[in-house]
């Protein structure tokens, strides 16, 4: 079956960094547009990051632009994101999921999710 395993999460100070990697597994990964989806305390789950299948195109919410990078290796079945200049309201767990269709925003059209990883911004 699939899998989306995360890791990378933690405790860090505001303006620090910190490195996602989803690594998938079931699925014919290079052929999935791959996000990034953040979850805080109260709030709904939000759109942060998506990738093409090749990775040549991505797309960002407003709030990370300049600050996240989104990238895959598709040798590795995995897919990352690179979180700089972190901020107390980026404090949230962090989902990585699959979807079928070209890079999108809307996490109806993600058809595989992981279990998510906790990423705490310290002010």
């Known amino acids: 079956q699939v899998q989306l395993v995360e890791s990378g999460g933690g405790l860090v100070q505001a303006g620090g960094s910190l490195r996602l990697s989803c690594a998938a597994s079931?699925?014919?990964?290079?052929?999935?547009?791959m996000g990034w989806f953040r979850q805080a305390p109260g709030k709904e789950r939000e759109f942060v990051a998506a990738v093409s299948w090749s990775g040549g195109a991505t797309n960002y919410a407003d709030s990370v632009k300049g600050r996240f990078t989104i990238s895959r290796d598709n040798a590795k079945n995995t897919v990352y994101l690179q979180m700089n200049s972190l901020k107390p309201e980026d404090t949230a767990v962090y989902y990585c999921?699959?979807?079928?269709?070209?890079?999108?925003?809307?996490?109806?059209?993600?058809?595989?999710w992981g279990q998510g990883t906790q990423v705490t911004v310290s002010s």
């Open positions: 999921a699959g979807s079928p269709f070209p890079i999108i925003t809307a996490q109806t059209r993600y058809d595989y």
């Open positions: 079931g699925l014919t990964f290079s052929t999935y547009a």
